[in-house]
């Protein structure tokens, strides 16, 4: 079974600081997906970032980068810029590709954003 | 366009008693999830629908949970009887299904469900 692991459970970051949250994963397939969801408190979940493991070239989304090392299965996210209204959960996803695949979250690091 | 609306948005109930959630995805999503989310904790996928097909249960514990999507739209995930280890958000999402995008989920807002 497929497993993902977030060792921070709490970030902090002053305003306009860059900040990288970290991922590994546990998968013995070859083609998967990654995310990287963001819960703001009371409020919906948001896709920020995916990226397809067969695609060596790392995920952008304006401040948000991720930092994929496929071999050492780790999947990072740096956030640029750090701006008041990204303080939030923050969840990696992990999901196989190939037909109808179950999607497996890591327990979230809470970011928090210093004015 | 519409996101995900899921129903009530807060509910207390007893243990042993019985309760449902609503989920209305995205208009045109093939594809619904039922996430069961423990504070502290990330969602973990309860069921999973294709249209209104089972892809996924392996999760739900189905001696006292279940979940319909009749006419692959809108679907309701019942407890009965509910447990005081059962108190969690209950999140949907919905995705495409069908194209490149297909797996990018949209979640509602959730149902936060209290047993005492």
């Known amino acids: 079974a497929q497993t993902v692991t977030q060792s921070q459970p709490e970030m902090s970051v002053q305003e306009a600081e860059t900040v990288t949250l970290s991922c590994t994963y546990d998968?013995?397939?070859?083609?998967?997906?990654l995310f990287w969801y963001k819960q703001p408190p009371s409020r919906q979940m948001i896709l920020v970032i995916r990226?397809?493991?067969?695609?060596?070239q790392n995920a952008t989304e304006n401040r948000f980068s991720v930092n994929f090392q496929k071999a050492a299965k780790s999947f990072s996210l740096k956030i640029s810029d750090s701006q008041l209204g990204d303080a939030a959960m923050y969840f990696c996803a992990y999901e196989g590709a190939g037909g109808y695949q179950k999607v497996t979250f890591g327990i979230g690091t809470k970011l928090q954003v210093i004015p | 366009e519409a996101g995900v609306a899921q129903s009530p948005r807060y509910k207390i109930i007893e243990k042993r008693q019985s309760v449902a959630f609503w989920c209305n995805p995205i208009s045109g999503h093939a594809t619904l999830y039922w996430y069961q989310q423990i504070l502290g904790q990330g969602p973990k996928l309860l069921i999973q629908?294709?249209?209104?097909?089972?892809?996924?249960d392996s999760q739900l514990p189905k001696d006292r949970f279940s979940a319909e999507r009749l006419k692959g739209v809108d679907s309701t995930l019942k407890i009965q009887p509910a447990k005081l280890e059962d108190s969690a958000v209950y999140l949907c999402?919905?995705?495409?299904?069908?194209?490149?995008?297909?797996?990018?989920?949209?979640f509602g807002a959730g149902t936060r469900l209290s047993v005492l």
């Open positions: 998968t013995s397939e070859s083609d998967y997906y």
């Open positions: 999402a919905s995705s495409l299904g069908e194209t490149e995008a297909k797996n990018i989920q949209y």
């Open positions: 990226q397809e493991a067969y695609k060596q």
């Open positions: 629908f294709q249209n209104n097909g089972v892809v996924d």
